[in-house]
C-alpha cells in the first residue's frame, strides 16, 4: 500500500522559511518522480513542483521560482519542499504526491499558514 506522509507545516510569518517532509513508503520510491501539490482557500489543487526518480530534473511553478526548492533523499524515501521568503497568499495545505502528472496517490497534506 503506498502511503505518503507530509509533515514540517506550521504558522510562520511573512518573510519566513519552512522546510515541508514527505516521507513515502509502499513502493519503490527511487523508481518514480514525486510531485508538491497545494490547495490555496477557496481554490483547487494545484501541482507546485516535481522532481524526477534520480534528481537529474526538477521543476517549479513559475510563480514560485527562487523561493521554493523540491529536492529529495532516495536513501530515506523523502521528498522535500523548502519554502522560503513566504507570504500570505502561501497560505494552504500542501501534499506531496507520486508521479509528475498524472499522480497516482497523495498524503494527508500539511497546512501552512503564513500569518502575522
Known amino acids: 500500500e503506498v502511503t505518503l506522509v507530509e509533515s514540517g507545516g506550521g504558522l510562520v510569518q511573512p518573510g519566513g522559511s519552512l522546510k515541508l517532509s514527505c516521507s513515502a513508503s509502499g513502493f519503490d520510491f527511487s523508481r518514480f518522480s514525486m510531485s508538491w501539490l497545494r490547495q490555496l482557500p477557496g481554490e483547487g489543487l494545484a501541482w507546485i513542483a516535481g522532481?524526477?526518480?534520480?534528481?537529474?530534473?526538477?521543476a517549479l511553478d513559475n510563480s514560485l521560482k527562487g523561493r521554493f526548492t523540491i529536492s529529495r533523499d532516495n536513501s530515506k524515501n523523502a521528498v522535500y519542499l523548502q519554502l522560503n521568503s513566504l507570504k500570505i497568499e502561501d497560505t494552504g495545505m500542501y501534499y506531496c504526491?507520486?508521479?509528475?502528472?498524472?499522480?497516482?496517490?497523495r498524503g494527508q497534506g500539511t497546512q501552512v499558514t503564513v500569518s502575522s
Open positions: 504526491a507520486k508521479g509528475w502528472g498524472p499522480w497516482t496517490a
Open positions: 522532481i524526477r526518480p534520480n534528481s537529474e530534473h526538477s
